[in-house]
């Protein structure tokens, strides 16, 4: 059991607390059944959701007992976005949404296994379908709607921005009612007492406390708390969590291993020591060492290196990890590209600049050994044709101008005449070609 507070406020996590003495208090008497929602609003988690999940995992390795909660019934209505309604999903999508998140949260919380035996701060699974799709409009409406001011719904910060733009359907206006219908059953089914969530969820854990207050008068599990975490943002002020190409997502199939490894290892030194607070597991001294290597030694990267290479095992397992280390590494002429597997080197390549080339079909291409430079040989475009279309140079003639300063690669293959020409025995897996200009400037071709 150690103090959660404590390791939250150093983390940088903590934003609010209802009553921070007791609670305090509650804890050190634990361990605290404590929960976290997460609604099924697409097809998998993003790395937005980790704040929320890793503060769980944090709670379980303090001591506790974490509840996830997968919103199969909230998730029908969507919590209120700050710029305009959500698209409803129909309820067999959601159920399949709500089968995948409680996949995914499985990765970072202990739950009861095997033969095991149980453990006090297993973690629990629960679906608030469960006892949403039991209530009607009728008791909702008498025993929850009730106690609730709409006076004081009317002056949350969500409502008031909605209600001053665009409106706001009464479908939304009433999902607090359900959050917090969500926090009693909790409290009366687990004995669960306190309820995290990030700070633009204060609103909504407060109300479900004076719910239970009002409902139970805090009986017989004593009084339910909640704890609010730091929304996250980067240093220049722009989105956490998003990308050139779009949202990070925990699916492999949504955002490959390689470019979620990129994303880590990309984070700006403003940003790292920030991160790793929040997302890594390591020791206060261990991150304290990483933050010190930034300073000191910037360009090595190695607080972004630790914290890509720890994610993502974390998410996808230390065998891809492996993987896309050995990618990474290949890419950059530190490795064998051979060795590569064609889904990693594909998810490699495209985090990188592209261009795709048609040439006719050739039956005897797989074969050819030939060392013809003729570019109508093998139907591919000559080396300097392709540093150009890649874009890893400006013009044709700056393209002669690397190679002949033997500043061009393929393949991690030093290219030294201006006429050379790929040959079909070339290409990785029978489609890619890997091309670098220096060190550090890399292109992928793609041939179909």
Known sequence: MTDIIDELEWRGLLAQTTDSEELRKTLADGPVTVYCGFDPTAGSLHVGHLTQILTLARFQRAGHRPLALVGGGTGLIGDPKATAERSLNDPQTVAGWVTVLARQLAVFLRFPEGNRPADPTD????????????????????????????????????????????????TEFSYVLLQSYDFLQLYRRYGCVL??????????????????????????????????????????????????????????ELTSPYAFYQFWFNTDDQDISRYLRVFSFRSRSEIEELEQEVVQR??????????????????????????????????????????????????????????????????????DTSTDTDATASGLPSVVELLEATGLVSSRSAARRTVQEGGAYVNNAKVTDIGAVPRPADLLHGQYLVLRRGKRNVAGVIVT
């Not at 008791?139 to 929850?144: G, P, T």
């Not at 001011?149 to 921005?161: C, F, I, K, P």
């Open 195 to 252: 309820q995290t969530g990030g700070s633009d969820q204060w609103g909504n854990i407060t109300a479900g406390i004076d719910l239970i207050r009002r409902v139970d008068g805090n009986e017989p599990h004593g009084a339910a708390h909640g704890v609010t975490t730091n929304l996250l943002t980067k240093a220049d002020g722009t989105k956490f969590g998003k990308t050139e190409s779009g949202t990070v997502w925990l699916d492999p």
């Open 298 to 367: 910037p360009a090595q990267r190695a607080a972004q290196r630790a914290l890509a290479e720890e994610l993502t095992t974390l998410v996808h397992g230390s065998q891809e990890c492996e993987r896309v280390i050995a990618a990474s590494r290949a890419l950059f002429g530190q490795g064998k590209l051979t060795e590569l597997d064609a889904r990693t080197l594909g998810s490699a390549l495209a985090e990188v600049p592209t261009t795709t080339v048609t040439v006719a079909e050739n039956r005897d291409a797989g074969t």
């Open 123 to 170: 973690a629990i699974l629960v679906d608030n379908g469960e006892w949403l799709a039991e209530i009607s409009a009728i008791e909702l409406l008498r025993d929850i709607g009730k106690h609730f001011s709409v006076n004081q719904m009317l002056a949350r910060e969500t409502v008031r921005s909605r209600l001053e733009s665009s409106g706001m359907s009464y």
